[in-house]
């Protein structure tokens, strides 16, 4: 007789994985059910949740509103990103690492505080309307740090020589970014990009308290869950987001892998 | 020397870096078409001297002029020269004939002139074919002769090469030394060559500039840096040499007679100026000039009675290390094993006598 043997570790990472992803998979699930409240039994497979999202012009508005927002922001803080890495990674300054440590400091501090303090300034000292602008604003704060690690990580692997002698056999230090620095650096640059948008995109409580009439996916989201008949269009953007999540971290993963093994330097 | 012999001149030029002194005013010229390089243990300040020419590093004070141009506000992507990197430096997003390319952008050459210079300098460096590989499909000696291609398709009037055969295993290096003394009478460009390895600087070079903490001890050709160097450092950095300490006695005819303690007296040629009496002075002799014996030799050559300590079997020569009275290091003896010797270790402990040509010994200031 074959007895089923599970070793510990491995009934405790299935239940872990289990424990992570099964409330997940629930969204979908009952996305394609045919009833306004999310329990079970399962009612019947429906689309109407999909069909009501698509008709949804407020929703769909909303939408637009979080993908613009997320574009731009993961644009500016990749940049920022990249400029702040460079100068981690090549230049020896006074002061470096406090200056480091204030750029990673929206790592640590709560999002609600950064954005009450945002808000402050924003409305009662600067007296700035609330767009999406300003929530554009503050998830460049949070996501400029991630982006720094990220691209740190990569040019912290390359050979400085590589620019000197790009330096070295005519060109200006411009002219070396574009050719040497940058190539290098684009596997980093995508996943910096990538990894900022999904952070904006997903971001509610800066988006909550810095948004004024136009308001982003999750702000959205959150306001009509008060509505029971609002559910299954809900659900089913969520699961659409999901579906869109899961191809770009496995597509940020491969990139990454890919950039590991570019950069790893030949044998002697 | 008129002044269009030289290519490089480096004027009383000193780089510190907070209290260290890399280099420690400086002044020499290197000419042009030459192998010139400079020699010295790690520190020694001669990989801060070929950033200095290639525009790396901006001297604290003094001037450097490439063909009769200061350098000081040139920048290093506009100046005459070019380098090759000890880490290479290929660019790893790039295939072997896009790293040759790499400077020749600027001029514009359009794609088959390009292609052609690329072929060229690929066929130079015994590569053709590899043009599509990339930098982490070579090997290391392969590298380093693209990192060569590289930048001798830039034309530069001067090629500074900084330790280019350390990374290469003992073999290859012998290969590549060969072959690069080859593409510079071929190409006929002045090359600055930086390197600890003082077999690697004599064989390679027309002149060798000795380094040590910042200061160019003695520049000259290879038989003169190692048959008449101008000081212990030198002697000692370059080959093994013997030191006797002793004083100057009596000098006469281009000789003089150096008091050395209880060994009595030696016979020494006075190179040039002749040292005053009582100078204290080191006599210094290479261990191949030393012969050693069993009998006390004639009174022709200097003399002195020691013990064999010690020996070093290097395959087609032994070194014998000689006590010696009065000496803080043992003497070295190199004889060549002209018969099979199976066994020299029996020798330990017997007393010898050695003995050289008064020719043969430098004096060197103590």
Known sequence: MVRLRIDPATAYAIFFVLFLYVPVLLIPLFSFNDSTVATFPMKGFTLNGY???AADASLINALKNSLMVGIGVSIVSTALGLLAAMGATRYAMPGKSPVMGTIMLPLVVPSLILAIALLVI?????DIPLTLWTVAAGHVLVCVPFSMLVLMSRLEGFDKGLEEASNDLGENAWMTFWRV??????????????MCFTISFDEFVMAFFLSGTDQTLPVFLYSQLRFPQRLPPTLALGSSILAVSVVIVLVSEWLRRFGVQSNKPGAF | MTQGDNIISIQSVSKHF????????TSFNIKRGEFFSLLGPSGCGKTTLLRILAGFELPTSGEVTIDGQPMSTVPPHARPTNMVFQSYAIFPHLNVRENIAY???????????????????LELIKM???????SDQLSGGQRQRVALARALVCQPKVLLLDEPLGALDKKLREEMQIELRQIQRTVGITFVFVTHDQEEALTLS?????MSRGKVLQIDHSTRLYEAPNCREVAEFIGTMNILPGTIGEVSHGR???????HGAFEARTDGSAPRPGTPVLIAIRPEKLQMSWERPGLSVNSLAGKVGAVAYFGDRSHFYVDVEGCEKPLAVALQNGERRLDGSDLVGKPVWLSWEPDSAVLLPA
């Open chain 2, 256 to 262: 003089a007679n150096v008091a050395a303690g209880t």
């Open chain 2, 18 to 25: 907070g209290p260290v002194k890399a280099v420690d005013d």
């Open chain 2, 103 to 121: 400077g020749l952008r600027k001029r514009r050459l359009g794609k088959a002139e390009t292609a052609r210079i690329v072929e060229q300098a």
């Open chain 1, 122 to 126: 924003l409305r009662q000292v600067f």
């Open chain 2, 128 to 134: 053709p074919g590899y043009g599509e590989r990339r």
């Open chain 1, 181 to 194: 620095t940058f190539p290098i650096a684009l596997p980093g640059i995508i996943a910096s990009l990538l």
């Open chain 2, 206 to 210: 027309d002149r060798i500039a000795v």
């Open chain 1, 51 to 53: 069909r009501g999202m």
